[in-house]
């Protein structure tokens, strides 16, 4: 049975932006710890592009992501498509979020490969029956706050990796990258409401679904509720 490095995969990608940052818009910086940081829509504009990356990350390099129009009326909504042959390890490991980690400070919510490597193991990669032992942690972060040592800290110590090992995506509610990221999320809609009726999840092979990148607001609270309203209202699967 196929069962890939959801980390390992994910960095694939993260190589990828490294090497375009500047075409995708984004900006890299390390920390003092040896952590990178990719912000890719807290100081920058981020792209199409680079939310196409960061969806893919996000769902530990096990999907396909792609954009198309989604007619309503007279109405035209860019949208996006996702597809994966992995949805346990892409929908369930990788995009559901992980219980805030604690330590200093505000923890934002953890998602994507890294919570794989989490110890104790997070409940969605017990469940999931699912090991990873890359020695690279890939983390992504919703949030505007800047990402700082303390937090990478926490993340690296609960992936027990060593700090440098570590790359953190981000980006604000507000922005275009996060926008897409959280429309490329009906995998992870439907894996969870199948697990809350009781659906063997080991039994799904394959998932397709869509859903809208609405218009972009400036307000972090608005933003909010304007993405999780087009996935919500707006996706299907």
């Known amino acids: ?19 375009a940052a500047e075409c995708l818009a984004v900006h890299v910086s390390q920390l003092a710890n040896g952590t990178t940081v990719i ?6 504009a981020g792209s199409w592009l680079a939310g196409k990356y960061y969806a893919e990350i996000t769902m530990g390099g096990l999907a396909e992501v792609g954009f198309q129009p989604l007619h309503l009326g007279d109405l035209t909504l860019p949208s996006v498509h996702v597809t994966s042959a992995h949805p346990l390890l892409a929908g369930w490991v990788c995009q559901k979020h992980a219980e805030p980690l604690t330590g200093e400070g505000i923890q934002p919510i953890l998602t994507g490969p890294a919570k794989a490597l989490l110890f104790p193991p997070e409940e969605s990669v017990r469940f999931a029956g699912y090991h990873d032992d890359s020695k690279v942690a890939v983390a992504s972060f919703q949030t505007g ?9 926490t993340v690296a110590h609960a992936c027990r990796i060593p700090p440098e090992n570590l790359y953190i995506v981000v980006a ?32 799904v ?5 869509s859903a809208p990148v ?4 400036g307000d972090e609270v608005l933003a909010m509720g304007r993405i999780n309203d087009s996935l919500l209202y707006g996706g299907s699967v």
Do not use: W
């Open 1 to 19: 049975m196929y069962n890939p490095s959801v980390n390992d995969q994910a960095f694939k990608i993260v190589e990828q932006v490294l090497g």
């Open 205 to 209: 092979r394959f998932v397709q679904g």
């Open 39 to 44: 912000d890719m829509g807290q100081q920058v």
């Open 172 to 203: 604000p509610t507000s922005s275009l990258v996060c926008a897409i990221q959280v429309a490329a999320r009906p995998m992870d809609q439907i894996m969870h409401r199948l697990h809350q009726e009781g659906f063997d999840l080991h039994s």
């Open 214 to 217: 609405p218009p972009l607001v």
């Open 145 to 153: 706050e800047a990402i700082t040592r303390s937090l990478a800290d």
